[in-house]
């Protein structure tokens, strides 16, 4: 048992730690969002660069060979950060699906991604489908020796800058089974995107497939989906868990430095006992955010799915408390669009609502037994 | 990173389990599933039995029976024992007198002490709260009085556990009341057999006999009963209240809590079903057994800083520790309080005379309600939970 990073993983996080202190600073996010992308390229460039896009890929793919740990280091800094650039939506989703896509797929586009020249996103939610990933509308059907694709998916994240969309359709079965999804490759000239801003200052698009042709990645593509969903509740949870560490450090420098009443108001006991719930609540998430690595590595279907939730349950429970406390101890500054500290609760609030916000994953939880086996 | 247990650890793990499975007495195990706190005799037998394989004492030194085990080893046997459920070693002796005395004692103390705590040969308990000194601790006003050879000891102490067992106390007393307060204590033993000694019974709500208060009239014990120096005491209660870093997290007994509610949320009835088919119940458990998790990983980072750097600065994850663990335990006690339903309303113990040969209620229910007014004190005593928020604000905050 290590709770330690190597000395390879120390050097990727403070690398990528010098990258967004030299080019996220409040201002230049902001720039960066007023920008045509929504995000900026010369900092997609600097992720190449790193290696950050490459990352998880095997090395005879043209990756580097990093595991999940690597990856949710990364996502730390990028919740630190509030970074913009479609690195979740191309690295650990549509990254997720290219590791375990055909040895011809990942020759081809994996060189790509990991020198930023393609960008990929995953099309999953639909209009009645809320946090279920099973309930699938959109239809796959074969042509010819492949297959197309109609229907619409939305809050595709990233994806009016997509260059390949990984699309989860029915082939099979009613709308809410299991069994008959499958997971298809589709080019972006194949779909519509109409992109938008999200709540927290991101990209995300409806795109809409109509006879779109695809390549098939999994015909029983279910487990697929959750082995790549479990891989991105672990990044989730540690760029829910960078965050609110900056949140919270903001909260308690403020309260050091404003004065009323003739004195801090860090003196004042009920806010010490306050800032000291958001640290238990904290340490909390970075404990199960270490749990949600182990959780999503698991070979047991069940057990991963369990461990998935419960992570979901407690980053959701305590990213609340602490992004919504952040707030109410800073007072009316933090509900200004000019203070960085309500940009991080709009993060942690939307956070919590990808692939299912703690609601939904305690229900799932419960129906499943629970975490505690009873003898 | 890697946060998994060694092979070796789950071999422990195995070890540990199948020696509890062959030695621990039926009788033990099966009151202690039904929630009840163990006897002075069931304590006794039980770390006699512990001490003679070596595992009385898993955190002192090898020197003094200690068996030499790593952090994550003692954490194993720890939560073995808790989900058991076996009694675990008295705390009174092993985590927190016989620690004090082997860092800061003689060793003509450690001779005679030592052994006979590890054996529980010796009964102990804590004299530190005063009616007047609770969470502030250092506003105690106990005196003892140096006269040639002897303490003599006047005053009171109070929350006393289980003094009434006990074959000693260990005692915070003032012994320089000029002194600014934290400078003016000693730490002092004392037989609890001596005249001038008088203990009397606290009654807390669920009827139990638990605590009580403890006078001290004239008491005289030898001046070698000191430890450490005189006026140093603080020294000691600081050493004995920051070592118990992990003891009240207590994440296996909460673990085999759990799985009794299950058991006793599938013979409860809601609605005509089992209760454990309500989904709302389900809901509200679940979201224990996620903090549970969340807070045993929480133990696994402290221990594995403690393994790596023994001498560590406190780390922040560590006042989580007691908020948390102290939460959830009241937590699933008042769950399984609820489980019972009306039948909750039955009181005392179903082993007491006549009490449930007429079938009142279901053996399962007899002291539910119980544990859950008994176990309100859990974020009250050991530095309460807002005393904790105070020392974190002021440790880990900087407020």
Same mark, same amino acid.
């Given at each position: 048992?290590?709770?330690?990073?190597?000395?390879?993983? /120390?050097?990727?996080?403070? /690398?990528?730690?010098?990258?967004?202190?030299?080019?996220?600073?409040?201002?230049?996010?902001?720039?960066?969002?007023?920008?045509?992308?929504?995000?900026?390229?010369?900092?997609?460039?600097?992720?190449?660069?790193?290696?950050?896009?490459?990352?998880?890929?095997?090395?005879?793919?043209?990756?580097?060979?990093?595991?999940?740990?690597?990856?949710?280091?990364?996502?730390?800094? @990028?919740?630190?950060?509030?970074?913009?650039?479609?690195?979740?939506?191309?690295?650990?989703?549509?990254?997720?699906?290219?590791?375990?896509?055909?040895?011809?797929?990942?020759?081809?586009?994996?060189? #790509?991604?990991?020198?930023?020249?393609?960008?990929?996103?995953?099309?999953?939610?639909?209009?009645?489908?809320?946090?279920?990933?099973?309930?699938?509308?959109?239809?796959?059907?074969?042509?010819?020796?492949?297959?197309?694709?109609?229907?619409?998916?939305? @809050?595709?994240?990233?994806?009016?800058?997509?260059?390949?969309?990984?699309?989860?359709?029915?082939?099979?079965?009613? #709308?809410?089974?299991?069994?008959?999804?499958?997971?298809?490759?589709?080019?972006?000239?194949?779909?519509?995107?109409?992109?938008?801003?999200?709540?927290?200052?991101?990209?995300?698009?409806?795109?809409?497939? &109509?006879?779109?042709?695809?390549?098939?990645?999994?015909?029983?593509?279910?487990?697929?989906?959750?082995?790549?969903?479990?891989?991105? +509740?672990?990044?989730?949870?540690?760029?829910?868990?960078?965050?609110?560490? +900056?949140?919270?450090?903001?909260?308690? &420098?403020?309260?050091?430095?404003?004065?009323?009443?003739?004195?801090?108001?860090?003196?004042?006991?009920?806010?010490?006992?306050?800032?000291?719930?958001?640290?238990?609540?904290?340490?909390?998430?970075? /404990?199960?955010?270490?749990?949600?690595? #182990?959780?999503?590595? &698991?070979?047991?279907?069940?057990?991963?799915?369990?461990?998935?939730?419960?992570?979901?349950?407690?980053?959701?429970?305590?990213?609340?408390?602490?992004?919504? #406390?952040?707030?109410?101890?800073?007072?009316?500054?933090? @509900?200004?669009?000019?203070?960085?500290?309500?940009?991080?609760?709009?993060?942690?609030?939307?956070?919590?609502?990808?692939?299912?916000?703690?609601?939904?994953?305690?229900?799932?939880?419960?129906? &499943?037994?629970?975490?505690?086996?009873?003898? | 990173?890697?946060?998994?247990?060694?092979?070796?650890?789950?071999?422990?793990?195995?070890?540990?389990?199948?020696?509890?499975?062959?030695?621990?007495?039926? =009788?033990?195990?099966?009151?202690?599933?039904?929630?009840?706190?163990?006897?002075?005799?069931?304590?006794?037998?039980?770390?006699?039995?512990?001490?003679?394989?070596? $595992?009385?004492?898993?955190?002192?030194?090898?020197?003094?029976?200690?068996?030499?085990?790593?952090?994550?080893?003692?954490?194993?046997?720890?939560?073995?024992?808790?989900?058991?459920?076996?009694?675990?070693?008295?705390?009174?002796?092993?985590?927190?007198?016989?620690?004090?005395?082997?860092?800061?004692?003689?060793?003509?103390?450690?001779?005679?002490?030592?052994?006979?705590?590890?054996?529980?040969?010796?009964?102990?308990?804590?004299?530190?709260?005063?009616?007047?000194?609770?969470?502030?601790?250092? %506003?105690?006003?106990?005196?003892?009085?140096?006269?040639?050879?002897?303490?003599?000891?006047?005053?009171?102490?109070?929350?006393?556990?289980?003094?009434?067992? =006990?074959?000693?106390?260990?005692?915070?007393?003032?012994?320089?009341?000029?002194?600014?307060?934290?400078?003016?204590?000693?730490?002092?033993?004392?037989?609890?057999?001596?005249? %001038?000694?008088?203990?009397?019974?606290?009654?807390?709500?669920?009827? %139990?006999?638990?605590?009580?208060?403890?006078?001290?009239?004239?008491?005289?014990?030898?001046?070698?009963?000191?430890? %450490?120096?005189?006026?140093?005491? $603080?020294?000691?209660? !600081?050493?004995?209240?920051?070592?118990?870093?992990?003891?009240?997290?207590?994440?296996?007994?909460?673990?085999?809590?759990?799985?009794?509610?299950?058991?006793?949320?599938?013979?409860?009835?809601?609605?005509?079903?089992?209760?454990?088919?309500?989904?709302?119940?389900?809901?509200?458990?679940?979201?224990?057994?996620?903090?549970?998790?969340?807070?045993?990983?929480?133990?696994?980072?402290?221990?594995?800083?403690?393994?790596?750097?023994?001498?560590?600065?406190?780390?922040?994850?560590?006042?989580?520790? !007691?908020?948390?663990?102290?939460?959830?335990?009241?937590?699933?006690?008042?769950?399984?309080?609820?489980?019972?339903?009306?039948?909750?309303?039955?009181?005392?113990?179903?082993?007491?005379?006549?009490?449930?040969?007429?079938?009142?209620?279901?053996?399962?229910?007899?002291?539910?309600?119980?544990?859950?007014?008994?176990?309100?004190?859990?974020?009250?005593?050991?530095?309460?939970?807002?005393?904790?928020?105070?020392?974190?604000? !002021?440790?880990?905050?900087?407020?």
């Amino acid at each position: 048992m290590d709770f330690d990073l190597t000395e390879d993983q /120390s050097l990727l996080a403070d /690398s990528v730690r010098k990258m967004f202190a030299d080019g996220y600073g409040f201002e230049q996010r902001k720039a960066y969002i007023k920008s045509a992308e929504g995000w900026s390229t010369a900092m997609w460039a600097q992720y190449a660069e790193l290696g950050l896009l490459g990352l998880p890929f095997a090395e005879a793919d043209g990756g580097f060979g990093g595991g999940l740990t690597d990856t949710c280091l990364i996502a730390e800094q @990028m919740g630190k950060a509030l970074a913009l650039e479609p690195w979740f939506s191309t690295v650990v989703l549509g990254g997720g699906f290219l590791r375990r896509a055909s040895a011809e797929m990942r020759r081809e586009l994996v060189p #790509q991604v990991a020198a930023g020249e393609c960008k990929l996103a995953f099309a999953q939610v639909e209009r009645q489908s809320r946090y279920d990933l099973f309930d699938v509308a959109t239809t796959a059907k074969r042509e010819g020796a492949g297959w197309v694709i109609t229907g619409r998916k939305g @809050m595709v994240l990233h994806g009016d800058s997509a260059d390949r969309f990984f699309v989860t359709a029915r082939h099979a079965g009613g #709308q809410r089974d299991h069994g008959g999804i499958g997971v298809f490759m589709v080019e972006a000239k194949h779909a519509t995107a109409r992109g938008f801003r999200t709540v927290d200052g991101g990209r995300a698009a409806e795109v809409e497939f &109509d006879k779109a042709p695809a390549i098939l990645l999994a015909e029983d593509g279910l487990p697929m989906v959750e082995a790549v969903v479990a891989e991105a +509740i672990a990044a989730l949870a540690f760029e829910a868990v960078g965050c609110m560490d +900056i949140a919270h450090a903001m909260t308690l &420098d403020y309260m050091k430095t404003r004065q009323q009443f003739g004195k801090p108001i860090s003196s004042f006991q009920a806010l010490q006992h306050r800032a000291a719930d958001m640290l238990v609540a904290l340490e909390q998430a970075r /404990s199960m955010s270490f749990f949600a690595v #182990q959780a999503a590595s &698991d070979n047991d279907a069940n057990e991963r799915r369990a461990g998935a939730s419960a992570v979901k349950v407690q980053i959701g429970r305590s990213a609340r408390l602490v992004g919504q #406390q952040s707030i109410q101890l800073h007072g009316g500054i933090a @509900m200004t669009m000019e203070y960085a500290c309500g940009h991080y609760f709009k993060r942690l609030t939307m956070n919590d609502s990808l692939f299912g916000d703690a609601d939904h994953h305690i229900k799932a939880l419960a129906d &499943d037994g629970g975490l505690v086996k009873a003898a | 990173m890697d946060l998994n247990f060694s092979a070796e650890e789950i071999a422990f793990r195995h070890e540990v389990r199948a020696f509890i499975d062959a030695s621990l007495p039926a =009788a033990t195990r099966a009151w202690l599933v039904a929630g009840k706190s163990p006897t002075k005799a069931m304590v006794v037998e039980w770390q006699k039995i512990l001490n003679a394989k070596g $595992w009385a004492v898993p955190e002192w030194p090898v020197q003094w029976g200690g068996p030499g085990w790593s952090a994550a080893q003692k954490y194993i046997f720890r939560e073995e024992l808790q989900m058991a459920p076996a009694p675990s070693p008295l705390g009174f002796n092993v985590n927190m007198c016989g620690p004090v005395i082997i860092a800061f004692g003689t060793e003509a103390q450690k001779q005679r002490f030592l052994p006979r705590m590890a054996n529980l040969d010796d009964w102990w308990c804590q004299g530190f709260s005063e009616p007047g000194a609770g969470s502030d601790l250092a %506003g105690l006003k106990c005196r003892a009085v140096r006269d040639g050879n002897e303490w003599v000891i006047n005053g009171q102490k109070t929350w006393t556990t289980l003094a009434q067992h =006990a074959d000693w106390i260990f005692l915070l007393c003032r012994t320089n009341p000029e002194a600014k307060k934290q400078e003016g204590i000693s730490f002092i033993l004392c037989p609890m057999n001596l005249p %001038g000694i008088t203990v009397r019974p606290i009654i807390t709500i669920e009827g %139990g006999h638990e605590v009580n208060e403890v006078f001290f009239d004239d008491v005289r014990v030898p001046v070698e009963n000191l430890v %450490g120096e005189e006026n140093k005491g $603080w020294d000691c209660a !600081k050493y004995l209240l920051g070592n118990e870093r992990f003891g009240q997290a207590r994440v296996g007994a909460s673990r085999e809590r759990i799985r009794r509610l299950k058991i006793i949320a599938r013979e409860s009835m809601d609605g005509g079903r089992p209760l454990i088919e309500d989904p709302d119940f389900r809901r509200q458990m679940t979201e224990i057994e996620v903090e549970l998790k969340a807070l045993e990983m929480t133990v696994m980072r402290v221990i594995a800083q403690d393994m790596k750097r023994a001498d560590s600065k406190p780390n922040p994850a560590t006042s989580v520790l !007691k908020i948390k663990g102290t939460e959830i335990q009241q937590g699933v006690s008042e769950m399984l309080m609820k489980a019972a339903g009306p039948y909750a309303w039955v009181d005392g113990d179903p082993d007491e005379e006549g009490s449930n040969e007429w079938d009142l209620a279901p053996d399962w229910a007899f002291g539910l309600a119980g544990t859950y007014f008994n176990w309100r004190k859990q974020s009250i005593y050991g530095g309460s939970n807002e005393i904790q928020r105070n020392i974190m604000a !002021k440790a880990f905050l900087g407020l």
